[in-house]
């Protein structure tokens, strides 16, 4: 069976997963607002290869093997992108027919769909792909959409470091000009590398020694809130709970390697070992 993420690359997934954080609900006109924080990629453990910082994609944009998408919801998207950037929402890249509990609604597209998919999109094998969204209105999407597109292989796929919003407060512009779509063919997609997920059978042949960490709300974990659409209340026996919010800075960025590694050891996890996150 399959291996579980070591401690860095689940704090991709989650880091990949939940970049922004914090939103502004005016388009900041350029150059006007606070610069951020320095950027130190190479504190994580495939930092540099994983995230672009929004100066880098900014001096891209126009570059004809640049796809940019937009996992926000469309209606955000209307109101305001990354120049460039296609709209996949949060479920593009996902099975999405059925309701949440169906078995593999939510799950990664099939490979031949995703390949269809994505070449409706425009990308190729060469393509260096930028995935974004705005966490407070998109939670997740952009992170969601790149550990989907490694896991398929295609290994030049980068998550927007800090999101929609660093982008704005760098003071770099959104636009509300739909994007032009150039669909091509040929793309190749790798056997899904299934390292990169557990699923339910993993998850309960190993329940007992497994680390399951809990991200969403600290009511959703207790079963309180019962407005998520899950199928049941409460959380996975022997989750712990560590909510997704509590790695980010209020700038929307990742807390620091030193931070991150302090919180995962309340929850008993160490650098190196295997632990599940959902
Ligand atoms: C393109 O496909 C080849 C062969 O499958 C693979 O080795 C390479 O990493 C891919 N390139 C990108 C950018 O995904
Ligand atoms: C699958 O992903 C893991 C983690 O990134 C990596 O170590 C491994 O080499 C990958 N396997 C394949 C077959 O690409
Ligand atoms: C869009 C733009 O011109 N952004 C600039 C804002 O200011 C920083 C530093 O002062 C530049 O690096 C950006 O290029």
Redesign the pocket.
């Known amino acids: 069976m399959k291996q579980i993420k070591p401690l860095f690359t689940v704090i991709a997934a989650v880091a990949i997963g939940f970049t922004i954080f914090f939103v502004n609900k005016e388009k900041s006109p350029?150059?006007t607002t606070r610069?951020p924080a320095t950027i130190a990629l190479s504190q994580f453990i495939k930092g540099d290869d994983i995230f672009i910082t929004p100066?880098e994609l900014?001096h891209r944009l126009g570059e004809s093997n640049l796809v940019i998408l937009d996992g926000n919801h469309p209606k955000v998207y209307a109101k305001g992108h990354i120049p460039g950037a296609i709209n996949i929402g949060f479920k593009g890249l996902s099975r999405s027919a059925g309701k949440p509990g169906d078995p593999e609604w939510g799950t990664i597209l099939p490979r031949q769909e995703l390949r269809k998919k994505l070449e409706s999109l425009g990308v190729t094998n060469t393509s260096l792909v930028v995935c974004y969204s705005d966490t407070f209105k998109g939670p997740g999407a952009g992170g969601r959409a790149a550990w989907q597109l490694r896991m398929a292989g295609l290994d030049n796929v980068k998550l927007l470091y800090g999101g929609m919003a660093l982008w704005q407060q760098?003071?770099?512009?959104l636009t509300t000009a739909i994007a032009e779509v150039h669909p091509t063919s040929g793309l190749r997609l790798q056997t899904y590398n299934e390292s990169y997920r557990a699923d339910q059978s993993f998850v309960l042949k190993n329940i007992d020694s497994l680390v399951l960490v809990d991200v969403r709300s600290r009511d959703e974990f207790s079963g309180v809130d019962t407005s998520r659409g899950e199928a049941r209340a409460g959380h996975i026996q022997n989750a712990v709970w560590l909510e997704w919010k509590s790695l980010l800075r209020p700038d929307s960025t990742p807390k620091s390697a030193q931070e991150i590694i302090a919180l995962m050891a309340d929850i008993g996890v160490r650098p190196g070992d295997d632990f599940v996150v959902y």
Do not use: F, L
Not at 170 to 173: E, N, P, R
């Open positions: 350029e150059n610069q100066d900014y760098a003071g770099y512009k």
